[in-house]
């Protein structure tokens, strides 16, 4: 069973969101002694009576609203479902005869073929193999513009005006939404040269209040784009490098071994999801006007449009690169100073109140103060990643408030693509070829959450640890695994791919929760006692795999077994050398038992997950930041020092590219709302531009 997850204010990130919530699935299994598997909250046809009475009641109310012409507006069609040996392809997002056939079943229309394909268009398109269906199906959700309909077609007046909203399947509205990106947003809302301002929104100031943007990844650079356009002075600052010299390191790393302590996987233009898979789906309202907005934004930049319609968009490392020079070029025709390789040492701090930076050379030795520089803001947009963990400990000397927060770990498990894609599709697996056939290369999502005496073996962990959530994590389809590592004495991975998903392998990280109670023996450190934790199991993957950035690896078959595997490993997409290791070992004993039991729970959802040819990776332990800075949830701003303001997946405060792209969105409104540029809400002037329609978000 599935727990469905509410829509989250995009101001207003909890921790459980920062730390990528799940859904959580349970099925009766016991193949260890004392294990419990807990029963998530009853979903569907299985909810109590006094649940779907509650739940028709707010169908009714949200329903109740009267069509006044049914000769105009807009109907939305969701859950159209299209046979996959019928559809056209993942690639076509047109309108097609058998999309037409499922739209007349709706309408109750008789002829499909006279439904004129003008009327409709594609507003998402999914695939879905569930084996609870009688066959793999494209599940399609269409707007029908009723007054472009009855022109082309009059006879359909007679279906349209017996037509009935159903909550997320028919859903009706006067106007069409006409979703825009933030660029275009912004430029609506600037001030004209007779003084109008469309929005009352945006103000005019000649003297250009100076910000700095700290990091480069999605929150840095939406934060630099809204404050840029709205008239601050924008300094830029990045540890790393532009993308094409990162490129050029990255590829160092990989074929000679060379790691740049401020240029690799993790630091650069883009952040850590540049080279990762570029996943785009988010869990705070795929249909919101600030998710829309971001997606829009990157298509203005050179991303595919197919992105606003993919029900699971993805980029790819190959796509984010030319996306994020476009990005770069319109920030610069704007007047935002970007520095690379600059990397952030102290804050200027007077009376409570951040005043601006010092900053020095990447290149040169961290704290040298004869190449540091003092730069003077008059606010600073802290949009770092979590692996800045220098960052972290200069904030704590500053006694900014930062509190531990829960995130996962475990190990990166990597199949032959072709087992997955037979695992998930059966017979339709010979339709993936490479990642141009008529389906998506599969992939898959799992979540346990599991329990036991047993789990709570280790002294210093207080009662109720041992409840934790197993989970895939960051599953790239057709990827590689990658080296994430940003110190030679730390070992950590993570997956990546491009975007076509071709290589002939499938990774996903399997994580376990773990929450600031278990750092108990790392407490000296305070906040930051999960980022020590974090090291020490980086550092004993370094010394299992040998140095060199070779990682240890152990087949499934033999990690469940608590036995070394032969000299002889399967092939594995890490292109830096695997060496066998008791990877069983790595983590304390409750670890991984969860990790196994998990394993064997999910073979039961996948029959042929554990298999020989399936090896682990370790370690992953990056999964999310494991501190949060304290802000304020109006204003984006910390809640001990005044003018400074952390964004993003680093702060605590998002879980991917899309959710910290929306962070610094806000963030970059709520500042200019400080600086006086700009005088009303945030929510306003993104419906002026895309109006909330009261449809079911997915």
């Known amino acids: 069973m599935a727990i469905s997850t509410p829509t989250y204010h995009p101001l207003h990130f909890s921790p459980t969101i920062a730390t990528r919530r799940i859904h959580l699935h349970t099925i009766p299994f016991t193949p260890r002694k004392a294990l419990l598997t807990r029963c998530a909250r009853r979903t569907g046809k299985q909810r109590y009576p006094s649940e779907k009475k509650k739940l028709e009641k707010i169908k009714k109310a949200l329903l109740k609203t009267e069509i006044p012409n049914r000769e105009e507006g807009y109907w939305r069609l969701s859950k159209l479902s299209v046979p996959a040996h019928k559809d056209p392809g993942k690639d076509f997002v047109g309108v097609s005869l058998p999309l037409l056939e499922a739209i007349a079943k709706v309408l109750k229309f008789p002829v499909a073929p006279m439904l004129p394909e003008e009327a ?20 399609y959700t269409v707007d029908m513009d009723v007054k472009k309909l009855l022109h082309l077609e009059p006879r359909t007046w007679d279906f349209i005006s017996h037509l009935e909203p159903r909550l997320g399947i028919v859903e009706y509205r006067e106007d069409e939404n006409a979703p825009t990106d933030l660029v275009d947003i912004l430029d609506k809302g600037k001030v004209k040269v007779d003084g109008s301002n469309p929005f009352n929104g945006f103000a005019y100031s000649e003297k250009r209040p100076r910000v700095a943007v700290v990091g480069s990844g999605p929150s840095g650079l939406f934060a630099a784009l809204v404050l840029g356009e709205i008239g601050a002075d924008v300094t830029l600052i990045e540890r790393g490098q532009p993308v094409e010299q990162r490129g050029r390191d990255i590829g160092a790393l990989i074929v000679r071994k060379i790691l740049s302590s401020e240029s690799n996987f993790c630091f650069g233009e883009g952040g850590a999801g540049t080279w990762s898979d570029g996943k785009l789906v988010t869990r705070i309202g795929r249909n919101s006007d600030s998710v829309q907005a971001v997606l829009k934004t990157l298509v203005q930049f050179g991303a595919p449009p197919n992105i606003l319609v993919d029900g699971k968009p993805h980029l790819g490392t190959d796509r984010l690169v030319p996306l994020l020079r476009n990005f770069r070029h319109y920030l610069l025709e704007l007047g935002v100073d970007i520095n690379f390789n600059t990397r952030l040492d102290n804050l200027v701090v007077e009376n409570g109140q951040v005043k601006g930076v010092v900053v020095s050379n990447a290149k040169s ?81 799992v979540a346990k959450y599991v329990g036991g005496d047993e789990f709570n073996t280790e002294s210093s962990f207080e009662s109720g640890v041992e409840n934790r959530s197993c989970y895939s994590f960051c599953m790239c389809p057709g990827g590689q695994v990658v080296l994430t590592s940003t110190n030679p004495s730390e070992l950590c991975i993570n997956g990546m791919s491009f975007s076509r998903r071709a290589s002939k392998w499938a990774n996903s990280a399997l994580v376990v929760t773990v929450s600031s109670d278990e750092f108990y023996s790392f407490r000296s450190h305070g906040p930051l006692a999960g980022v020590e934790f974090q090291r020490e199991f980086e550092r004993r993957a370094a010394e299992m795999g040998g140095g060199n950035f070779v990682v240890p690896a152990q087949r499934v078959t033999d990690f469940l077994a608590e036995t070394l595997s032969g000299t002889s490993l399967p092939a594995s997409s890490y292109r830096l050398g695997v060496k066998a290791s008791r990877l069983h070992n790595m983590f304390p004993a409750h670890i991984t038992k969860a990790l196994q039991c998990s394993i064997e729970m999910f073979d039961k959802e996948l029959p042929g997950f554990i298999t020989t040819d399936a090896l682990l990776h370790g370690v992953e332990t990056r999964t999310s930041s494991p501190v949060q800075i304290s802000r304020q949830a109006d204003t984006c701003e910390s809640t001990s020092l005044k003018g400074l303001y952390p964004i993003g997946e680093g702060a605590g405060y998002s879980g991917g590219i899309v959710s910290a792209a929306v962070d610094g969105m806000f963030c970059g409104f709520a500042l200019a709302k400080q600086l006086s540029l700009y005088r009303g809400d945030v929510e306003l002037v993104l419906r002026k531009a895309q109006k909330q329609t009261g449809f079911v978000k997915y």
């Open 120 to 139: 409709f268009t594609v507003v998402r398109k999914s695939f879905d193999a569930r084996k609870v269906l009688k066959e793999p199906a494209f599940v």
């Open 365 to 445: 030795e961290p704290g040298c103060n004869s190449d540091q520089e003092k730069l003077l803001f008059d606010a600073v947009v802290l949009a770092v990643g979590h692996s800045a963990r220098d960052v972290y400990s200069m904030l704590l000397q500053h006694n900014i408030e930062m509190v531990p927060k829960n995130f996962a770990v475990g190990l990166r498990i990597e199949h032959p693509q072709e087992l997955i894609n037979s695992i998930q599709y059966s017979e339709l697996a010979n339709e993936v070829q490479g990642g141009r056939g008529r389906i998506p290369v599969a992939d898959y999502k």
